[in-house]
């Protein structure tokens, strides 16, 4: 295990709470998304002191964007802090190389923290404008290493059909898109108006990723009180996104299209390309049959990360010896830092080493090309 490669296909950046008043036009600075302290806050997770706002989102805590490597009792007092009690990795990035050598990690997928809050914004310029700012700051942060700090850009769904912000973050060496996890049924993925999107995802060679859900309208229960806390188990949200693209024929029209289903674990996977194919070869269906299996797509068109998922690994033989792709999701809560060489030697125990090395290393190297050897 000493000598294992392994990339983190789903690890994460801290953005500086003054990232966008810094950074945005003046326009546009009464508005701009901040970290804020608030006064006489209990200091529990739904009444955190120091949390992240603007138009058109709910206040996300801080502090659990970069609570690696505590236990949840100790995630109870971290709750109450604010950027002092972050690792500077999130925002350097000669910190961050050091970070990844400490926990075995030779590359990195980097997503935004705070800015996945910026999908949900319904200004459309304002949104526009602010995740300009996060990808012109993250091709910065990856400018420092390019072959291992890879950062996935943001997209406005809004923008349709206007496709320019890609083209110009692919220019500045982003290696993907991330866009809203969950489509709707009255406007999905596979409608045509996305095909802009898919078309220069496939021209750019950049993976689309549909990261673990913010969702609006979510219930919530007593033991649950946080819609926020829901949707860390919501994956199902994702499953149903990416069988309206299969059925949707979005992959038959978009050979080359990849799609990252990220954070959302895979000991699922199999069943659900199983109940795909079973549902569409026994059901009568008197519209037009793709030329291919549903599973077949998947297999061609669709990756999936975890980080301790005890039950994915060894699901291989049936699905996900080339599509799986583990990763860390350092620094956030949920994340394996700095035990992530421990965590996969337990997640793989029983699993061939060219298979693990598939997993944990090649398979992220590969869709990247970060071109590590």
Partial sequence: MAEMRVISADSHMTEPGDL????????????????IKREGASGLALNAPFVFVGPGFHPLTVAGMFASGRSGDELREHMKHGYEAARPSGWDPAERLKDQDLDGVSAEVLYASLGIALLSMTDTDLQQACMRVYNDWLAEFCSHAPNRL????????????DVSEIERFAKKGL?????????TIEI???????????????ETAMPVSLHKPLVSGMTTTPFMPSPSDLQIHCIHVVEQCMTRLVYGGVFERFPRLRIVSAENDVGWFPNWVHRLDHVYSKMGNPRPRLPMKPGE???RNIWAT????????GTWKFFGEDNYMWA???PHADSTFPQSVKTISENFSGVPAEVRE?????????????GLN
Avoid at 175 to 183: E, H, P, Q, R, T
Avoid at 306 to 313: I, K, R, V
């Fill in 306 to 313: 975890f980080q301790d998922d005890p039950l994915g690994p």
């Fill in 297 to 299: 797509y998947v297999r």
């Fill in 20 to 35: 966008w008043i810094e950074r945005l036009d003046r326009k546009f600075h009464d508005n701009a998304p901040r970290v």
């Fill in 358 to 370: 598939k997993i944990v290393f090649s398979n992220a190297n590969k869709l990247y090309q970060l």
């Fill in 188 to 202: 999905p993925y596979s409608d045509e108006s996305f095909d802009p999107l898919w078309r220069i995802a496939s």
């Fill in 150 to 161: 890879a950062g996935i850009g943001l997209y406005s769904l809004r923008s349709l059909p």
């Fill in 175 to 183: 290696k993907g898109i991330l866009v809203l996890a969950s489509d």
């Fill in 328 to 330: 860390s999701d350092f």
